[in-house]
């Protein structure tokens, strides 16, 4: 068995220099070409999702509006009632009568 050495694989390699560099190319152009490919994927990856996130926000803002809205409608019908302007107006009201109208106001809302 012959020992190989640094210089006898160096030799070899200058005398076949157009094999290596032709290799080289081929890979460098496989490798050039994989990470083109990965950079568009992650950049495609990443505008899905930032597309994906816009929609859930803008969703969820609308949810919440919707929620917001209906609250501020009941707080208004609850302002508006006829039992708490009578509440309101008689600052001495015993339990039981503020019980009543505490009713009154729950089946307006509801009703």
Do not use: P
Not at 16 to 45: C, D, E, H, P
């Amino acid at each position: 068995m012959r020992k190989v050495t640094l210089a006898m694989f160096l030799n070899k390699l200058v005398k076949n220099k157009w094999w290596f560099f032709s290799y080289s190319t081929i890979v460098l152009l496989s490798v050039l070409i994989n990470l083109q490919g990965y950079y568009v994927a992650i950049r495609m990856l990443n505008e899905e999702v930032f597309k994906v996130n816009m929609k859930t926000l803008e969703y969820t803002k609308q949810k919440y509006d919707s929620y917001i809205s209906e609250l501020l409608n009941i707080s208004y019908s609850i302002v508006q009632s006829n039992a708490v302007e009578q509440l309101a107006a008689k600052s001495a009201i015993f339990n039981n009568r503020r019980t009543e109208y505490v009713r009154t106001i729950q089946k307006e809302i509801t009703g």
